[in-house]
């Protein structure tokens, strides 16, 4: 299995085929020389099964390959298979790994796993040179499949191609690697009824590693059970192995994850319906059982017992959009990175932010304090006035988020960039350079870690961008998600939410139950705003690019767009408790244990136990409405959002416009009111 280092660059026909012992390499080295302009390389950059402990540097030549001359790189295609029926073939035909005979399937996945570099590879005892160990074959397939993955992000030609796929819709995969690596069909097979031919010519053989067909057919077609496996009638103990060894991330990368939640529920519905329970305190990343269910990519069922599974199922349904890479029209919202916190020193979840995934953005942070004054500059006195009456941080920050995005007020004349340093990530200080004028940006919660550009969250071409936030009231109260948001200058969409949250502060409004408090300035708030203004236009519209998974399993405990990932939550005591009775709330505030210290200190659903959601300093006149039917709150929404967009326009002609006596006259001449504050200018 030796071979030399190719001499010379090759090109974009080249390919280079990687995949694991029954995973379909040899029928794909087949059909790829039959149908494809293409040459094989099986051995230049290291044998196509992968051996762990050997031709590492030989995988290294190929990646340094890419990096320098990405279009003088081979393809490159890996081939997976399902774990079920994988594990069931390398027990039945073990290449490289003779086992004793009369071995049992326990006792197979159980033990030590060697590979052996020897001509008869099923001869026991094995002989030959070790070529790749493992401490079993579920360590085995993890390791590989995660190195298979780490090198696919470092290419710019890789295709992931199951071979249940291959056998299930041959015409569809051979599709998508035509576009993925980029080949091209041989000159004889120019029709479609000519590949078609070939194509099935090839998948009625089977085929040994050096080309030639084997004796007996290979089925045309095979049905999803064989597939999958079969029914995998194997015993609980083999079941409960598997469930509980198998990575749960590395498998979803791969996309076999609804084929673990399928075998593995099955099998905690045929054990012990206590089993769920008794391993849920020593769940891990690998370990299955009590975190298949919808609920493990939302939030466990530990920490919200009454959540259903089918709330939860109907949450990763959504809609969601991936911003557009480019805009056309160039870009709309302007590149300023807005975020508000507890204390005056810049937190470094935002020096890592502007440093990575925000370059090029001018940052715009605030303490508590210069955030009110901000508040007060850009969006005028009575937002000034709402953002000092709520007690909790939390309520302060949301009317500074919607300010900061929503503003088209004056710059202030002294505020400045903050100054970003870290000595513990060694990022060098920012030098000070003036603001621009506050006109929408990005806005990013100070406790959150992007993992991706800011561009694959948020689109930087138009409109406002904002996520999916868990429904709240066991499903019957949606919300929108605020910790990444984005918009241009005086989107609607925070339009509306700076007016409801001052028609809600002058009524002092407080929900009567704890599911509601997110009414207030929050997600529920915005979700109703986000119905009575998704189909206006004239700023673009709204786009849902991302949901919330806090307190999910890994890998999806955070922010998740279509793609995966995309941002990552800093953990909190609150969220990730030792002990499970720590996510109850105290119920023995009283409004009388509460210094200021004390407030700021509390969660937001603690103040409102002691109906401490307001300042009792709050010089916002109050108003007599407390409480708004749902349906009668957006139809509301809509209508003032629709009379300050007339008078936006009417503020934008304003050389056909007549001003008499501070009132401006809308269309037939009905008179629309004067600005009261940066909110109707």
């Known amino acids: 299995m030796e071979a030399t280092t190719p001499a010379r660059l090759r090109n974009s026909s080249t390919v280079v085929l990687f995949g694991e012992r029954h995973c379909g390499t040899n029928l794909m080295q087949q059909l790829l020389m039959t149908l494809f302009d293409v040459r094989i390389e099986p051995l230049a950059y290291g ?94 397939r993890e390791e590989k499949l995660a190195q298979m993955l780490h090198m696919g992000l470092r290419l710019p030609r890789k295709a992931f191609i199951q071979y249940e796929e291959l056998l299930g819709a041959p015409q569809a995969t051979l599709s998508e690697i035509v576009r993925k690596l980029q080949l091209k069909w041989r000159d004889e097979l120019a029709s479609e009824s000519a590949r078609v031919h070939a194509l099935w010519k090839v998948l009625s053989r089977k085929y040994d590693p050096n080309g030639r067909a084997k004796a007996g057919m290979r089925p045309r077609s095979m049905s999803s059970t064989e597939l999958n496996g079969g029914t995998w009638q194997r015993s609980l103990l083999v079941r409960k192995l598997v469930c509980t060894r198998l990575n749960v991330s590395v498998e979803r990368e791969v996309g076999y994850l609804k084929a673990m939640v399928r075998i593995c529920d099955s099998y905690v519905a045929a054990a012990d319906p206590s089993l769920r329970a008794r391993l849920s305190a020593r769940n891990s990343g690998n370990e299955l059982l009590h975190t298949l269910g919808p609920c493990s990519w939302v939030r466990p069922m530990a920490l919200t017992p009454s959540q259903p599974e089918s709330m939860c199922a109907d949450y990763l349904h959504l809609p969601m959009s991936a911003p557009s890479a480019t805009c056309e029209r160039g870009e709309r919202v302007p590149r300023i990175y807005h975020a508000v916190g507890e204390k005056k020193v810049v937190p470094p979840e935002v020096t890592m932010n502007a440093a990575s995934s925000l370059k090029g953005f001018e940052v715009n942070y605030h303490d508590d304090e210069s955030a009110a004054a901000f508040v007060r500059e850009q969006c005028g006195h009575e937002v000034g006035q709402a953002y000092a009456c709520f007690v909790a941080p939390a ?53 959150i870690v992007m993992l991706v550009p800011i561009t694959r ?3 930087l071409c138009d409109g406002a961008s904002l996520g999916h936030d ?4 066991r499903g019957r109260l949606p919300g929108k998600q605020m910790k990444v948001l984005a918009g241009v200058k005086g ?27 997110l009414n207030i300035t929050g997600p529920s708030l915005l979700q109703a705003c986000y119905e009575a203004t998704q189909l206006d236009a004239a700023q673009g519209g709204v786009l849902i690019t991302h949901r919330d998974s806090r307190n999910a399993n890994y890998p999806l405990s955070g922010l998740v767009g279509p793609s995966g990932l995309v941002a990552f939550e800093q953990p909190k005591q609150r969220d ?43 010089e916002l006149g109050r108003s007599a409405n407390r409480t708004m039917p749902r349906a009668a709150f957006v139809k509301k929404s809509a209508r003032i959002v629709s009379n300050l967009n ?17 009132v401006m006259r809308g269309k037939g001449g009905r008179n629309l009111p004067g600005p009261r504050s940066a909110l109707d200018a």
């Open 457 to 459: 969250v948020v689109s």
């Open 491 to 517: 989107h609607p969409l925070y339009r509306c939410m700076l007016g409801r949250i001052i028609e809600h502060a002058q009524a002092r409004y407080i929900p009567t139950s704890q599911a509601h408090l």
């Open 576 to 618: 990730y408790p030792l002990d499970i009775r720590q996510t109850e709330p105290r119920n023995t505030w009283a409004r009388q244990d509460m210094s200021t210290p004390d407030r700021d200190e509390k969660h937001y659903s603690e103040l409102w136990r002691a109906n401490m959601v307001y300042s009792d300093q709050c």
């Open 47 to 140: 044998f196509k099964h992968w051996w762990l402990d050997h031709e590492r540097d030989r995988r290294k030549q190929l990646l340094g390959l890419a990096q320098a001359q990405p279009s003088a790189a081979p393809s490159v295609l890996f081939l997976v298979r399902g774990p079920i029926p994988w594990l069931e073939a390398m027990y039945k035909e073990p290449h490289h790994h003779p086992k004793p005979p009369n071995m049992s399937f326990q006792q197979f996945l159980t033990r030590s796993w060697r590979s052996y570099e020897q001509a008869h590879p099923f001869r026991y005892p094995p002989q030959g040179a070790v070529v790749e160990s493992a401490a079993d074959i579920f360590s085995l």
């Open 470 to 473: 868990i429904p709240m009231d």
């Open 395 to 447: 309520y302060r920050a949301d009317v500074f988020r919607f300010c900061a995005l929503f503003s088209q007020g004056p710059p202030p004349t002294t505020t400045t960039t903050a100054q970003l340093h870290s000595r513990e990530c060694g990022y060098p200080r920012l030098p000070p350079r003036p603001l621009p004028k506050m006109v929408g940006g990005v806005y990013i919660d100070t406790d």
């Open 646 to 662: 007339e008078a936006l326009q009417l503020q934008a002609a304003a050389a056909t416009t007549t001003m008499r006596g501070g």
